[in-house]
């Protein structure tokens, strides 16, 4: 039988991470939901834990890509479900995503977002991300942030590595120049968004750093 595992990576996310732990685990067809703790400083671990994840604690602050990998390398099941912890009563669509990859209608699915309308930035990431993936693959991406996505295990031999939040552009890179099926599946996910804050600038401008030190130098066949 085909199992799942959600992989959480969380970072300081008491507020929603008991939600998102209960809404994954009302998905019959995920078997073990698993929270990784990258280093953090409130009880986002211990609220996991009670809501019945697995809880996986990094003692400092690796960051996204590296909290994913090593979820990946300490679980075993057949379908890898990646949420965000932030995602609180919604993760339940992501039931969405698993569906397809497991019937191998395809290899890959990306969850796509509604319009974050002004609780957005102003696309720059986004498109640059866009933009990378079409220059290096002909292929257009149009979520290519979204951190929401199910694949098999065995199509992580695919991935040649990333830098913090370079970790989506990064796997949709790889899978794309493998010949791999990716599909993008609208889901009404909701989240706490940064927005226009000084904050919320600032997260863009380091997601936009790692997703290019990801990419520039990267072995690419289009």
């Given at each position: 039988?085909?199992?799942?595992?959600?992989?959480?990576?969380?970072?300081n996310?008491?507020?929603?991470?008991?939600?998102?732990?209960?809404?994954?685990?009302?998905?019959?067809?995920?078997?073990?939901?698993?929270?990784?703790?990258?280093?953090?400083?409130?009880?986002?671990?211990?609220?996991?834990?009670?809501?019945?994840?697995r809880?996986l604690?990094?003692?400092?602050?690796?960051?996204?890509?590296?909290?994913?990998?090593?979820?990946?390398?300490?679980t075993?099941?057949?379908?890898?479900?990646?949420?965000?912890?932030?995602?609180?009563?919604?993760?339940?669509?992501?039931?969405?995503?698993?569906?397809?990859?497991?019937?191998?209608?395809?290899?890959?699915?990306?969850?796509?977002?509604?319009?974050?309308?002004?609780?957005?930035?102003?696309?720059?990431?986004?498109?640059?991300?866009?933009?990378?993936?079409?220059?290096?693959?002909?292929?257009?991406?149009?979520?290519?942030?979204?951190?929401?996505?199910?694949?098999?295990?065995?199509?992580?031999?695919?991935?040649?590595?990333?830098?913090?939040?370079g970790?989506?552009?990064?796997?949709?890179?790889?899978?794309?120049q493998?010949?791999?099926?990716i599909?993008?599946?609208?889901?009404?996910?909701?989240?706490?968004?940064?927005?226009?804050?000084?904050?919320?600038?600032?997260?863009?401008?380091?997601?936009?750093?790692?997703?290019?030190?990801?990419?520039?130098?990267?072995?690419?066949?289009?």
């Amino acid at each position: 039988m085909i199992s799942t595992v959600a992989i959480v990576p969380a970072f300081n996310e008491q507020h929603t991470i008991q939600h998102t732990v209960r809404a994954l685990y009302s998905i019959p067809k995920i078997n073990q939901v698993v929270v990784i703790d990258d280093g953090s400083t409130d009880q986002t671990g211990l609220r996991a834990f009670q809501a019945g994840a697995r809880v996986l604690r990094l003692h400092t602050n690796r960051g996204k890509t590296a909290a994913l990998c090593y979820g990946i390398q300490h679980t075993e099941q057949d379908i890898l479900l990646f949420v965000d912890a932030d995602l609180g009563k919604t993760a339940i669509h992501t039931i969405h995503l698993v569906t397809p990859v497991m019937r191998g209608h395809v290899d890959m699915t990306i969850a796509a977002w509604p319009t974050a309308g002004r609780e957005g930035g102003f696309g720059m990431v986004k498109n640059v991300s866009h933009w990378l993936i079409k220059q290096y693959t002909g292929h257009h991406i149009y979520n290519p942030l979204s951190g929401q996505r199910a694949l098999r295990r065995d199509m992580w031999r695919h991935w040649q590595g990333g830098v913090g939040f370079g970790f989506e552009v990064a796997l949709t890179l790889d899978m794309l120049q493998a010949g791999k099926r990716i599909a993008e599946i609208p889901l009404p996910l909701a989240h706490r968004p940064l927005g226009r804050s000084l904050n919320g600038f600032i997260h863009r401008g380091r997601q936009l750093m790692h997703i290019t030190r990801t990419v520039v130098g990267r072995r690419h066949t289009k």
